[in-house]
C-alpha cells in the first residue's frame, strides 16, 4: 500500500494557506476538539501514548518534555517554536510554513493550550523571507477569525503568537542559544541545568520543540495517539532504552542526485530505498560513495550502509550520532571524502559560539590540520591527533556546554574511521590543491 503523505497532504492545494481552504480541508478540527472536548492533561496523554518524538535533532519524547513544566504555575509560560533550521541539508520546516502555515499554527495553539503557554514565539531563520510572510498572513487571519488572542472558543484560553525573525547563526538553533537570542542577546548556549521547561526565556517555564514536531501534534489529536503508532518503528527489544521511532517524518535528499526534494514517509525508511527511488538514483549514472544521513552533524555512512533505517536507532548501530534532522546528502564515487571534511571543519569552526574551550579551539585545530591536508603538508600522525580531538570535545565527553562540538566531532571520527585509506593515500600523495583563506578559526 503506498504511504498517504500527512504532513504534505495539502502540499499543492490552491491557496491552503488561506484559513477558509485550509478549514474545508478539516484544518482546525483538530484544534476544536482539543479546547472544547478535553483537558490540557488529555491532550498531554495522547501526545505522550503516541510515542511521538522531537523531529528537531535529539529525538526527545515530545509530551514527555512537556510534563517537565513546574505544575500549577501562576505564568507566564512560554512556547517556542524552533524554526531556525541551520541544520546543514535540511530543508523541511521552510517547506510546513511556506506550504500549509495554518497546519504549524494549529499544532502550535494545541500544543499551547495543552502546556497552558500564554505566548509563543517562533523563532524563524532570519532568511527564510518567504515562509516568515506567509506565517505572519497565517496568524493575522487566525486573529481576526478569534483561533488566536483572548477567550479562545469561549473557553478562558488565550494566546498570542510573535514571529521573531533569527539572528544568522547556527547556534540560534540550540534551544538555549535561541532563547538568548529571543531575549536579545548573542545566541551563546547556557549551561544547563536549569532546563527551559524550569528556566527559559525571560526566566520562566519555557518549552521548545520545532516545526515538524508540533505540526505532528494536530494529526495525533485529530486521529489518534493509535493511528500514529501505526506508523513506523517500534522499540528494539533487544534495546531497553529505546522509545521506538512513531509516526511519519519528512525527508530531505539533496546533493548528488537526479531529484533532489523533500518526501514525507513513515520512520524507518533506508537511505537506499531514499536515494534510489526518492532521489531518482545517484546523477550522471553515477555510484554513490557515501552520505550525511541526517544533516551534517550526524556524520557519514558509506555506500555499503546505506541500508541502514532513518529511524531514531538505524544511524546510530551504523556508528552515527543519531537520526538528527533526517537530511539526507548523497556523495556520488567522484567525491573526495577529505574534501567535504574540509568543508565540514571550517563550518562548524565557524559556527561555533566560543564559549567552551574544547569547542572553540578543538573545531580550529581540527580546520588547521584539515586546511595543511590540502594544501600537501598532512602527516599520517595527524589522523590519530585529529581523532584524539574529535573524541575529546563535546557534550558526550562531557566536555562542552552544547552539542554543536558532538556535531563537529562524528564527521570527523566517521570520516576516518570509515575512509580512513583514502586519507592516507591523499597524504602519501602530498597532493597540492589550491585551498581558499582559512575561515572559522577564532
Ligand atoms: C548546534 C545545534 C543546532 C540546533 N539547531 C536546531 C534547529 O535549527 N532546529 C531545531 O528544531 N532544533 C535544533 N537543535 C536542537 C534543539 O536544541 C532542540 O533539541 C529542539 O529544538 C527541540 O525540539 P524537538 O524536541 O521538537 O526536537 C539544535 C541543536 C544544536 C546542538
Ligand atoms: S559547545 Fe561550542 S557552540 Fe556549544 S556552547 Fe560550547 S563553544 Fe558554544
Redesign the pocket.
Known amino acids: 500500500m503506498t504511504f498517504q503523505p500527512v504532513l504534505l497532504a495539502n502540499v499543492g492545494i490552491r491557496d491552503v494557506q488561506k484559513l477558509d481552504v485550509y478549514k474545508d480541508r478539516g484544518g482546525y478540527r483538530a484544534l476544536t476538539k482539543a479546547v472544547q472536548e478535553m483537558t490540557p492533561e488529555q491532550v498531554i496523554e495522547v501526545v505522550k501514548d503516541s510515542g511521538l518524538?522531537?523531529?528537531?535533532?535529539?529525538?526527545?519524547p515530545?509530551g514527555v518534555?512537556w510534563t517537565f513544566l513546574p505544575k500549577n504555575h501562576p505564568g507566564p509560560i512560554y512556547f517556542c517554536v524552533?524554526?531556525?533550521?541551520?541544520?546543514p541539508g535540511?530543508f523541511n520546516?521552510r517547506i510546513l510554513m511556506e506550504e500549509d502555515p495554518h497546519q504549524v499554527l494549529e499544532g502550535i495553539i494545541i500544543s499551547c493550550y495543552a502546556t497552558r503557554a500564554w505566548k509563543a514565539y517562533i523563532y524563524i531563520?532570519y532568511e527564510f523571507g518567504r515562509a516568515f510572510r506567509t506565517m505572519q498572513k497565517a496568524i493575522d487571519e487566525a486573529y481576526a477569525n478569534g483561533l488566536l488572542g483572548h477567550n479562545i472558543f469561549g473557553h478562558g484560553f488565550n494566546l498570542d503568537v510573535y514571529l521573531h525573525r533569527g539572528a544568522g547563526a547556527?547556534?540560534?538553533?540550540?534551544?538555549?542559544?535561541?532563547i538568548e537570542s529571543l531575549e536579545g542577546k548573542r545566541a551563546w548556549?547556557r549551561i544547563k541545568p536549569p532546563f527551559p521547561a524550569v528556566e527559559g526565556a525571560f526566566r520562566k517555564p519555557t518549552v521548545?520543540?520545532?516545526?515538524?514536531?508540533?505540526a505532528c501534534v494536530t494529526h495525533i489529536i485529530d486521529r489518534g495517539a493509535a493511528w500514529f503508532k501505526s506508523m513506523g518503528v517500534p522499540p528494539d527489544p533487544k534495546n531497553p532504552r529505546d522509545l521506538g521511532s512513531y509516526g511519519p517524518k519528512l525527508y530531505c535528499i539533496s546533493g548528488h542526485v537526479n531529484k533532489p526534494g523533500c518526501v514525507e514517509l513513515p520512520l524507518g525508511v533506508t537511505v537506499r530505498e531514499l536515494v534510489d527511488h526518492h532521489g531518482g538514483g545517484v546523477w550522471k549514472g553515477r555510484k554513490a560513495k557515501a552520505c550525511i544521513p541526517g544533516g551534517l552533524?550526524m556524520g557519514f555512512l558509506t555506500e555499503k550502509e546505506f541500508d541502514t533505517p532513518l529511524d531514531f536507532n538505524g544511524p546510530v548501530k551504523a556508528g552515527c550520532l543519531g537520526l538528527g534532522?533526517a537530511a539526507v546528502i548523497v556523495f556520488d564515487e567522484s567525491t573526495s571524502i577529505v574534501d567535504v571534511l574540509y568543508n565540514t571543519c571550517r563550518f562548524f569552526a565557524h559556527?561555533s559560539c566560543g564559549q567552551c574551550t574544547p569547542c572553540r579551539e578543538g573545531t580550529g585545530w581540527m580546520l588547521k590540520i584539515m586546511d595543511r591536508f590540502r594544501r600537501g603538508k598532512g602527516r599520517l600522525e595527524d589522523l590519530d591527533i585529529l581523532m584524539e580531538v574529535a573524541n575529546s570535545i563535546g557534550i558526550i565527553p562531557g566536555t562542552t556546554i552544547?552539542?554543536?562540538a558532538?556535531?563537529a566531532a562524528w564527521p570527523m571520527k566517521n570520516a576516518i574511521t570509515k575512509f580512513r585509506s583514502e586519507f592516507e593515500e591523499y597524504i602519501k600523495r602530498g597532493q597540492k590543491l589550491e585551498a581558499p583563506a582559512l575561515v572559522g578559526a577564532h
Open positions: 518524538r522531537g523531529r528537531g535533532g535529539a529525538g526527545f515530545c518534555k524552533n524554526a531556525d533550521e541551520s541544520e535540511t520546516n531563520r547556527y547556534i540560534c538553533g540550540e534551544e538555549t542559544g535561541l548556549p521548545v520543540n520545532n516545526i515538524e514536531t508540533v552533524s534532522t559556527e552544547c552539542g554543536l558532538d556535531g
